[in-house]
């Protein structure tokens, strides 16, 4: 069975705290996403992660790739309020499909709450 | 500007009605997606299109049908055989962006039943 699994669902941090999101996913795959979504609103790209080893920053989130381990890591660095949101993981399983990429498979996502 | 639009933003649906959800992109991408989204849930396929007249099934398709006629637009239809189709409705795209291929999201539409 394709799975994108997430932990935790739900998190809440004080501001200026680091934490980590985790996403396991149960299939080969040469593509992972992690996306944002504010309450009521679409899902906002935040990073795509190609390779074994991958590491890419934005701001206070670094995300990471562990193919061998199918593991991916969104590591959230002193966070501030503006953070809170809900994080997707998302695993692109195209290759079972024929295609080229784009069929995604989401987790069910993280809701991060951060409080002063 | 470019971009995916959706319409309506709001959407209410009676029994038995089928119902037509917008999704139009000026993107000139040629892959299109249409998710579903329940309440804290993530995202699950509906349908797909790598290239125009043609579509793919998702993991969810029955009770919705989709038309690829023109590159710029995707409708998705909600049947009257689909027998919970409260959620959020979102469409997306494939582009690039800083050199990486991703998927972009439009606004989305909410349908609820009445």
């Known amino acids: 069975e394709l799975k994108v699994e997430q932990n935790p669902l739900f998190l809440s941090m004080q501001e200026g705290k680091n934490y980590t999101i985790y996403c396991n996913y149960s299939t080969t795959s040469d593509r992972l996403y992690w996306y944002r979504q504010d309450p009521g609103k679409s899902l906002e790209s935040l990073f795509v992660?190609?390779?074994?080893?991958a590491v890419k920053q934005e701001g206070r989130l670094m995300a990471s790739l562990d193919t061998k381990a199918r593991l991916s890591t969104l590591h959230i660095t002193a966070a501030v309020h503006d953070l809170s949101a809900t994080y997707f993981c998302?695993?692109?399983?195209?290759?079972?499909?024929?295609?080229?990429?784009?069929?995604?498979?989401f987790g069910k996502g993280t809701k991060l709450s951060v409080k002063p | 500007d470019g971009g995916i639009t959706q319409s309506p933003k709001y959407l209410f649906r009676k029994e038995g009605q089928n119902v037509t959800l917008s999704c139009e992109q000026n993107l000139n991408h040629d892959a299109m997606y249409w998710y579903r989204q329940d309440p804290g849930q993530g995202l699950r396929l509906i349908y797909y299109s790598q290239i125009v007249n043609d579509f793919q099934k998702g993991d969810i398709a029955e009770g919705y049908s989709v038309s690829r006629e023109k590159k710029e637009s995707f409708p998705l239809t909600v049947t009257s055989a689909q027998k919970n189709p409260t959620a959020f409705y979102l469409c997306a795209s494939n582009g690039v962006s800083g050199g990486q291929e991703t998927q972009y999201f439009g606004p989305g539409t909410r349908l609820l039943v009445l």
């Open positions: 998302a695993v692109d399983i195209s290759i079972y499909y024929g295609g080229s990429q784009g069929n995604l498979i």
């Open positions: 992660l190609l390779s074994n080893g």
